[in-house]
């Protein structure tokens, strides 16, 4: 299915990107989060058009998380988004905890819809 194949495509190249300043602490560091929350944004999308559903902005997305894997993977989706917010919106960065949060649920969001991070690795450590 064409959708699924072009949001894991995204994924990666998004979570790539996410590794990349990770790991350079160089500036643009502080979009870690919200590349984290880009990145699972396009696995869940490519995950839930294989189901047939293509929810239209994040609340419909939390909701088709909770409907197809339970309110545990709607709760991480809307923790990562937040975070993501907090730099997109209110121009705070975030700190390393901040960082190891984002990764940490990306990890456990990922393991609960069963699809592998798109960066080996990366979320772990």
């Given at each position: 299915?064409?959708?699924?194949a ?19 602490r ?9 590349l984290?929350?880009y ?13 047939g559903?293509?929810?239209?902005g994040h609340?419909a ?9 339970g309110?545990?993977?709607?709760d991480?989706f ?13 121009a ?17 969001l ?9 960066v ?6």
């Amino acid at each position: 299915m064409p959708e699924r194949a072009l949001h894991l495509a995204a994924a990666q190249g998004t979570a790539r990107l996410a590794a990349t300043l990770d790991g350079t602490r160089a500036d643009g560091s502080e979009w870690v989060p919200t590349l984290v929350f880009y990145a699972v944004i396009h696995i869940s999308e490519a995950l839930l058009a294989d189901k047939g559903v293509h929810p239209e902005g994040h609340v419909a997305r939390a909701n088709a998380l909770e409907d197809e894997w339970g309110e545990g993977a709607a709760d991480l989706f809307e923790l990562l988004r937040d975070l993501s917010e907090q730099w997109r919106y209110s121009a705070r960065p975030p700190s390393e905890a901040d960082i190891a949060a984002a990764k940490d649920w990306a990890l456990q969001l990922t393991s609960t819809i069963a699809h592998p991070w798109p960066v080996v690795g990366f979320l772990v450590g």
